[in-house]
RNA sequence: GACCCUAUCGUCUAGUCUGGUCUAGGACACAAGAUUUUCACUCUUGUAACCCGGGUUCAAAUCCCGGUGGGGUCGCCA
């Protein structure tokens, strides 16, 4: 088998753009960023966009971005050119052709006029006789001097080593002639990838399960044009919670869809490098930087792993944790209703600092926050009440609160002054649990089951919308 | 259907190569408790798995064989 010419590693990712970044291959390309980095070597991003009625220029720069908010960076790539370019394929329709030109005249490939209709027809015909649909090589010596290309596939047993599954062995005797191009000036996938890969130097395939199964064929392509062969790895398949194929069809599966839920990219890597590999301790938290020492690919599972969102929203949960309030209320801004632009900044940063450890996304914060914003709080009238309370006590609670919050001076209204006098007060009305007199406080500002305490509220809230809300709380009690 | 890959708690997995230390470890989720005015956070505890059947062996999650389940591929998509 032959090697590539230099020893450096080199390794792709390669994405159509056919559709926003899919999440799984956001992994894809990570896996191959993190063996590049920690092998010295080289990461390219390479644009497989040879199918021209469904590649659409639009979908290239979304996927550059998404692949950097995700913080994976490439040595060469469209973006920024390098020395093995273009980077896109369909830049390169020339060196397809003389390749094509060379497999033609070693007639190595052969066109084929077979009809969509006729190639259709005989695959049902193989089905319905159990047998795998293949095509039967009757082009193979008309000599047409138009149509599709196909390559011949002789039967034979083509075995390669895979780094994760280790040797695998095909039969291409059940294999037809592959076409590798609608003609001279459109090659396919199967083509494209091979002479790409070895234009580029490429020293190792990391790539999804799905094309286990292309490979063998890629590999006599290989041999065909004198090319060398690089070294496999399948990773396994992201699944749905049934375990099917994590596809367009289930839910977000676009790098985007978590990205505008608002799961941080930090967290993202973090869940899905761990999807199919785990470092052997009992480690689970990582930075990409300590990804980039730790991983390795022979630890890489071989089976599919089900994507688990609970999961993803633990890690999320625990990054946002780890963010300072000035960084997590600038992530949240988006979230925020425009009315919190009005907002002091210091108002602001004790919103966000109130629900940092609740958020598990920070979509979260829209809904968590609304009430901070609304002028007026709609809820049950029952919910004031703490225990079996009734509507008196729930009045004289809030009265009390109401008369001695009063008191206290704008200046000096913060939460651990409201703390001050509040617990006592509390503790002065209901000897035995301080919830009598501090739920319904919280419940008049909040209008919600579950909020921040209400040291923390009224401190955000201020004295004056403090003391209307507790008012109308009152009221609302005595009115409904 | 054919071919290929694969198989440990519900989920992600450690352990399998080099059989005994595994009455199978960790994490998420779930449940209970502690803390707390509530929720969240934090802490403690608990429930829960070696796909099945043979074999090899003193001994099998670990080795072998056969089933079964799951997935992928079989395109003039990638």
């Excluded at 659409?56 to 050119?81: A, M, R, S, T, Y």
């Excluded at 780890?322 to 002091?344: D, F, H, I, N, R």
Aim: charged share 30%; proline share 4%.
């Amino acid at each position: 088998m032959k090697k590539n010419k230099s020893e450096k590693i080199r390794v792709r990712f390669a994405p159509s753009p056919t559709g926003a970044l899919h999440i799984g291959g956001a992994r894809s390309a990570l896996f191959n960023y993190l063996f590049a980095k920690q092998n010295n070597g080289e990461f390219i991003l390479r644009i497989e966009d040879t199918d021209r009625e469904r590649s659409e220029l639009k979908w290239v720069p979304e996927i550059i971005d998404e692949l950097k908010w995700l913080g994976i960076e490439w040595n060469e790539g469209p973006d920024i050119g390098g020395p093995f370019g273009p980077y896109k394929q369909s830049q390169k329709t020339d060196v397809y052709k003389k390749y094509l030109e060379i497999l033609l005249l070693e007639k190595k490939a052969y066109y084929c006029n077979c009809s969509a209709e006729e190639l259709e027809a005989k695959r049902q015909d193989q089905q319905s006789r159990g047998l795998a649909p293949k095509y039967d090589g009757k082009c193979r010596d008309k000599n047409h001097t138009e149509g599709v290309i196909r390559f011949i596939i002789h039967a034979q047993k083509i075995k390669f080593h895979d780094l994760i599954r280790k040797d695998v062995e095909f039969d291409m005797g059940l294999l037809g002639d592959v076409v590798i191009a609608k003609n001279l000036e459109q090659a396919l996938y199967h083509f494209v990838v091979v002479v790409d890969d070895f234009e580029m130097q490429i020293s190792h395939v990391i790539r999804a399960e799905e094309h286990l199964s292309n490979t063998p064929r890629q590999i006599l392509l290989q041999e065909a044009l004198g090319f060398y062969t690089p070294i496999y790895a399948h990773l396994p398949l992201m699944l749905n919670a049934d375990r099917s194929k994590m596809a367009k069809r289930s839910g977000d599966v676009a790098l985007s869809d978590y990205h505008m839920k608002g799961y941080l990219p930090e967290a993202i890597v973090n869940f899905i490098v761990l999807l199919g590999w785990n470092p052997g301790t009992e480690k689970e938290i990582f930075s990409l930087a300590e990804l980039v020492k730790e991983f390795s690919l022979e630890k890489v599972q071989k089976s599919g792993a089900v994507f688990n969102t609970q999961r993803l929203d633990f890690i999320n949960g625990l990054y946002i944790r780890e963010k300072s309030v000035e960084a997590l209320t600038k992530l949240c801004l988006p979230y925020l209703p425009e009315a919190a632009g009005e907002w002091p900044e210091k108002t602001v940063h004790k919103i966000i600092a109130s629900c940092q450890s609740r958020l598990k996304k920070l979509s979260d914060i829209t809904d968590m926050t609304e009430f901070f914003f609304a002028e007026k709080l709609s809820f049950d009238k029952k919910m004031l009440a703490w225990k079996e309370m009734g509507d008196l006590d729930i009045r004289e609670a809030l009265l009390l609160c109401d008369t001695s919050l009063k008191e206290l001076g704008a200046s000096k209204w913060n939460a651990e002054e409201l703390e001050k006098i509040l617990v006592p007060l509390a503790e002065k009305f209901n000897t035995k649990n301080k919830g009598y007199l501090l739920w319904p406080l919280r419940v008049a500002l909040s209008g919600r089951e579950a909020s921040a305490g209400p040291f923390e509220l009224a401190d955000i809230l201020g004295k004056e919308k403090t003391l209307q809300r507790i008012q109308d709380a009152i009221h609302y009690g005595k009115t409904k």
